[in-house]
């Protein structure tokens, strides 16, 4: 007798195979649980079958092996959602940020209740080897800000009634060198020489969203050919309403790379372009940016153990200080702006409390170097700690809310080791201030440089004799 021929198993095949011959999901064709105890037939329906519909009855039906194999997720307070039911619906780009899946953001389970439960947006670009700045949960490593909003007080300060801040001026010296120092930034971001406010770290191996579109643009205006500058000039600004649109979205660290992309973009636009490309509003999205990334991090980083040497995280102090540091950029672009628009310009009385920009040393270090260079710096300022720093003399007749110099509401001597930046134009002349100004004076980089040349000629700084 001839040998019957085994079925054709090609995918077409299969589709034509008597369903008699098909296997049985033994999963999906088992009786919910009430219908099995009382040995009745269940027709399988979901949620629900119908005995238990017509009897209002709890219906349960048994795990599936992935369900056993794989506990159900928690979703409470600190966890991240992974996956959503499908609404067969598409509600734009933002509304199922959480469901995409990234090797770059994807939490180990270990490590899931230590991540801000912001949803996250994917890179442009997948690495298997992934960012450590886009993973690193930085809630309980930097001092948070109880009102973040009040940092940007200054920056409205012309629309609020008097008694106003304490003014400050800008000579044309002044603007100037602000303005050639800033025009350089947008260039260094597309050479892949990172501008001293935004670390190497958030570059590599690949960036975030924001700034991975700020270093494609900013390259298409560079590389423009002629007659083309109109429609990169829209580009600009379509990116630019972008990252407001979506700020809400962004977690700690993109949150940081959506504020200097921004940032970046802006001094593109204003000092690349044209002038009529920035108004009111760029500088109040500007200042909504910074809030924003301040109110998902911090701005200080939190001691292991006060009075310790112990380093904090490298990690943790790079987000800290790009921040500071974008900051006291921001607050630059936006007093040159407003004295070229004829309007009055603040000292940044609100940030005085906060580190100065760091030392070279500390920015430049990697995280196998992190260690032994944080121990030296601590060592280095044990003798002239923050906690005998100088404090901003208080003003009769100040707004106290915007001007209080203990604004970032923290102790004091919990500050990371260095100089404040208030005492870069608090007029103190003792000889404990002078040691300080000189340790920092003699670690600052090409960024420390620039604040203290920019303190020097607002006439805020020791020549101004203020």
Request: with cysteine.
């Amino acid at each position: 007798m001839a040998m019957a021929k085994p079925y054709d198993t090609t995918p077409n095949r299969l589709l034509s195979l008597p369903r008699a011959r098909t296997r049985p999901d033994p999963y999906r064709k088992k009786a919910c649980a009430a219908c099995a105890r009382s040995k009745a037939k269940c027709d399988h329906s979901r949620p629900t079958c119908s005995r238990c519909g017509l009897r209002s009855i709890e219906c349960q039906y048994g795990a599936t092996p992935s369900q056993r194999a794989f506990p159900a997720p928690d979703t409470g307070p600190g966890s991240i959602e992974t996956s959503h039911p499908s609404s067969g619906r598409d509600d734009g780009p933002g509304a199922h940020l959480e469901s995409i899946p990234h090797p770059n953001l994807t939490p180990t389970p270990a490590k899931t209740r230590e991540l801000p439960s912001a949803p996250h947006l994917p890179s442009p670009e997948s690495s298997s080897t992934p960012n450590v700045h886009h993973l690193v949960s930085l809630q309980d490593e930097l001092l948070p800000l109880p009102t973040p909003g009040r940092i940007s007080f200054r920056w409205l300060a012309t629309m609020l009634p008097p008694p106003l801040p304490k003014a400050k001026h800008f000579s044309p010296l002044a603007i100037h060198i602000c303005k050639r120092f800033l025009r350089t930034l947008p260039l260094r971001l597309v050479s892949r020489d990172p501008p001293p406010f935004i670390h190497s770290t958030q570059l590599s191996p690949t960036p975030c969203e924001p700034l991975a579109n700020a270093m494609t643009i900013t390259r298409m205006w560079y590389e423009r050919v002629a007659g083309s500058e109109d429609l990169v000039s829209r580009t600009i600004a379509s990116e630019m309403e972008s990252i407001v649109r979506r700020r809400e979205l962004y977690d700690a660290a993109t949150s940081l790379a959506a504020f200097q992309s921004y940032l970046i973009l802006a001094i593109l636009s204003y000092l690349h372009i044209s002038n009529d490309t920035i108004t009111l509003d760029t500088l109040l999205n500007l200042q909504s940016l910074s809030d924003r990334a301040i109110s998902t991090s911090g701005l200080i980083c939190r001691p292991s153990i006060p009075g310790s040497h112990l380093a904090v995280s490298h990690t943790a102090y790079i987000h800290a200080e790009a921040l500071r540091r974008s900051i006291f950029l921001a607050c630059v672009f936006d007093d040159v702006y407003n004295t070229e628009m004829g309007l009055p310009i603040f000292v940044a009385e609100d940030l005085g409390r906060l580190p100065a920009p760091g030392p070279r040393g500390l920015w430049g270090a990697t995280s196998e170097e992190w260690p032994a260079v944080w121990d030296q710096h601590a060592r280095n300022w044990d003798n002239t700690t923050t906690a005998g720093a100088p404090r901003s003399r208080s003003r009769s007749g100040s707004r106290t809310d915007v001007n209080d110099d203990v604004d970032v509401h923290v102790d004091v001597g919990s500050l990371e080791p260095g100089l404040l930046l208030h005492e870069l134009w608090s007029g103190e002349s003792s000889p404990a201030w002078q040691a300080r100004f000189d340790r920092w004076l003699s670690e600052a980089d090409e960024y420390g440089m620039w604040i203290f040349t920019v303190c020097e000629l607002a006439g805020n700084g020791r020549a101004s004799g203020a």
